[in-house]
């Protein structure tokens, strides 16, 4: 299947000839650069186990760990190569589907994330712990992080607003103001960017 965009931009999809499942998702634009999006390990009932991106600036493979009894997800890892976006390597650690640990590391060093949460489940602190390539110095603080009704509404510099059924409605930080609009599913369908 086949979508060409008025902007120049085209999309094609192939399709796992077994499952009939989509396989391979392939952005080209008008000065044909390639991006791709491709499984390449799946369980039998269709989980997703590994997928990787190839990008003309570079190429990350992404990796997924599940719960043997509950297939919860467990864990994620991206291991990127090439420039920018992609110089990078990230691990999530998931359990009970709450975020619990982020380790990221690129050619600047190593951070990893610490998630708390109260008996509730509700979020209540993230330590921060950066390790500089550089030098090998080791810097840790508690990350800002304010809740209201158990949402929440400040992340370090990050402001989150939510709209009457609990969908993140804005985010802002001291660069932009970004308005989240919303279908009547809660996909959303545009987002309106306001620099300074």
């Given at each position: ?40 390990a ?63 590391a690129?050619?600047?060093?190593t ?16 330590h921060?712990?950066?390790?500089a ?17 158990g ?12 709209d ?31 620099e300074?």
């Amino acid at each position: 299947m086949a979508i060409a965009y008025s902007n120049g931009l085209s999309l094609s999809i192939g399709y796992d000839a077994v499952t009939g499942q989509p396989a391979i998702h392939e952005w080209r634009n008008a000065a044909g650069d390639v991006w791709s999006d491709q499984l390449t390990a799946t369980t039998q009932s269709g989980r997703i186990l590994e997928h990787a991106l190839v990008a003309p600036e570079g190429s990350a493979t992404f990796d997924y760990t599940y719960d043997p009894t509950s297939s919860a997800l467990i864990e994620a890892t991206v291991t990127g190569t090439g420039d920018g976006p992609l110089d990078t390597q990230w691990t999530w650690v998931i359990e009970r589907g709450l975020r619990l640990a982020k380790t990221t590391a690129d050619s600047g060093g190593t951070t990893a994330l610490q998630y708390h949460y109260d008996p509730d489940l509700a979020p209540t602190a993230v330590h921060e712990t950066v390790t500089a390539s550089a030098d090998g110095v080791t810097t840790e603080r508690a990350i800002p992080l304010e809740l209201t009704d158990g949402s929440i509404t400040r992340f370090d510099e990050v402001l989150l607003d939510y709209d009457a059924v609990g969908l993140v409605a804005a985010v802002a930080d001291d660069v932009r103001h970004t308005a989240l609009d919303r279908d009547a599913s809660g996909a959303i369908v545009r987002e309106v960017i306001t620099e300074g």
